[in-house]
């Protein structure tokens, strides 16, 4: 592997292995689809309008942007477990530079994030979802590109937790982070203390964002800033630790 390179095969090779996992199948493929069938497919959910679709569009995009977000945390997290084999201080052996190294974990973790976003998306389409083709598509692909910030966030953590299960802790963590950034329930719901709260967390940009086509609602420039910021201090983070774990003897 070089760093002007990133070899086809070896992203493939990531990808088969963390679709083994099981767990990571049941987490990112079909718990956000389930929880859609669960929470958004209700007869007055269908009839509900909000922006240009209807309830059950709305939340469809968020359990696009939640089951985005765990392919790409798991993806990321990956790490974790070549940590654990000594996998990091080989590469000090190699040209390998944090920041092709790192690139090659996010591209793994944005693939399986895609998957993810259009399983829940085809769920979507047979249950009742209402938006428009173009908002549609333009609402899947953001919940995808912001799904970068999770990536990231994935690295990062699997660099600072030692663990083969790290998905076990994470899990827990991003169901609080959604609910704490507006993404199950929407933040100016549960008023005005909680609506700001959830500025300063990294699903609240991720969210506004996806769903933005659907209903031309909230302040895209404060969402596009959040999904800058979080994404660079995680990315900056897991390149700190990528940086330390290789500088071992």
């Known amino acids: 592997m070089t760093t002007r390179a990133l070899p086809i095969g070896v992203i493939g090779l990531e990808i ?44 469809l995009v968020s359990m696009a942007v939640y089951g985005a977000m765990l392919a790409a945390t798991s993806g990321g997290a990956m790490v974790s477990i070549e940590r654990a084999a000594g996998w990091s201080r080989q590469l000090r052996l190699t040209p390998l530079t944090p920041a092709a190294y790192i690139a090659m974990k996010i591209i793994v973790a944005m693939i399986v994030g895609a998957v993810a976003v259009l399983a829940v998306n085809l769920v979507g389409a047979f249950s009742g979802a209402e938006i428009p ?79 933005y086509p659907l209903t031309h609602d909230g302040d ?20 700190w630790r990528f940086r330390r774990d290789t500088a071992r003897v």
């Open 220 to 239: 895209i420039w404060l969402a596009l800033v959040s999904v800058v910021a979080w994404t660079g201090l995680f990315a900056a983070g897991a390149m």
């Open 16 to 59: 088969r292995r963390l679709t083994r996992n099981k767990r990571t199948v049941i987490f990112t493929l079909i718990m956000p689809a389930a929880f859609f069938l669960l929470f958004g497919s209700s007869p007055e959910y269908r009839t509900e309008r909000v922006g240009d679709g209807n309830v059950t569009g709305y939340i």
């Open 133 to 211: 083709i173009g908002a549609w598509l333009a609402c899947a692909l953001l919940a995808w590109l912001c799904s970068l910030v999770f990536a990231a966030f994935g690295l990062f953590m699997g660099y600072l937790l030692p663990s083969e299960n790290v998905m076990q802790i994470l899990g827990p963590v991003l169901a609080v982070l959604s609910f704490a950034g507006g993404l199950f329930v929407p933040a100016d719901q549960l008023g005005s203390t909680f609506a700001t709260i959830a500025k300063f967390t990294p699903v609240y940009g991720v969210g506004e964002l996806a769903r």
